[in-house]
Each structure stands twice: as structure tokens, then as C-alpha cells.
């Protein structure tokens, strides 16, 4: 299990600025491995970390905070209005899987080449605050027994 908090986007706790909208867009984003197989743990758990953390800097996803076990991931994200939700699912778990697999043999044999299921959970946190969603993730360590 792997945890990460940003502390580095303060700005998008609770309310952002664009050229010409103030908005506030808070997502609880969750994708599973296919099969639901406990394969993120250790090296792929860290790759997988280090991975989400770039791809959101690089495609102005604002990931506030996730938790990953083995057999899925939990991501807190602010994404500016022209974003679509799908379109940041895409990136997130496109490029995660794609990078895992050329990173790790044993992942690219899986399921013909799919690490996630096609689907996702996902909601906007509308009156939740991020800090509540973010205690959220926090509590993940305890609910999972670890």
C-alpha cells in the first residue's frame, strides 16, 4: 500500500483561479487491476506512485492525494473546467499501464496486455471537503488491516 499527499497544491483545497473562472472541482477517482489481482505492492506500488505524481504535473491533473493497494487505486484530484473527467481517467490509467507493463514483465503476460479493468468509480466531492476525503484515503491504511 502506497499513500501520497500533496502539500505542494494548496491552491486547489478549496477553490482555484483560471484566466476568467474561479472553480472548485473535486474528484474521488477509483480504478481496480483486472481480475482484481493484488498486484501493487512494492516496486510496482512505488513505480505506480512515481508515475501518477508525473503524469498529473505533466497533463495539469491536480492530484491531491492517493492510496494505492494491491488490487486498486484511490485518487483525490481538482481538475480546472476544461477537463473532462473522462479524459483525465484516460491519462491516469492509460500511461500507468502502459509504464507498468514495459517496467515490469510479469504485468505485460497479465490479461493480454490490460493491467486495469475497463471501468472506474468516480465522484465529485461536492459539499465533502478535501480535507474530509483526504482523511478518507488516510483511513485506507486501517480499513485494508495494514
Same mark, same amino acid.
Not at 45 to 62: F, K, N, W, Y
Not at 112 to 130: D, Q
Given at each position: ?15 482555484? @483561479?483560471?484566466?476568467? &473562472? ?16 493484488? @498486484? ?43 477537463? &473532462? ?47 474530509? &476525503?483526504? &482523511?478518507? @484515503? ?9
Amino acid at each position: 500500500m502506497t499513500s501520497h499527499a500533496a502539500d505542494n497544491h494548496r491552491a486547489y483545497l478549496e477553490r482555484s @483561479l483560471g484566466a476568467h &473562472a474561479a472553480y472548485s472541482l473535486h474528484y474521488h477517482l477509483v480504478w481496480s487491476v483486472k481480475a482484481r489481482r493484488p @498486484l501493487l505492492h512494492d516496486a510496482v506500488a512505488l513505480a505506480l506512485r512515481d508515475h501518477l505524481v508525473r503524469v498529473g504535473e505533466q497533463a495539469d491533473i491536480h492530484i491531491l492525494a492517493f492510496h494505492i493497494e494491491p488490487e486498486h487505486v484511490h485518487v483525490l484530484m481538482s481538475l480546472s473546467p476544461g477537463m &473532462a473527467v473522462a479524459t483525465a481517467v484516460q491519462r491516469l490509467k492509460g500511461s500507468s499501464s502502459r509504464h507498468l507493463r514495459q517496467a515490469f514483465r510479469q504485468l505485460a503476460e497479465l490479461h493480454e496486455g490490460a493491467l486495469w479493468n475497463t471501468g472506474y468509480f468516480v465522484r465529485s466531492l461536492g459539499e465533502v471537503s478535501v480535507a474530509q &476525503a483526504k &482523511a478518507y @484515503l488516510d483511513r485506507q491504511r486501517e480499513r485494508h488491516g495494514l
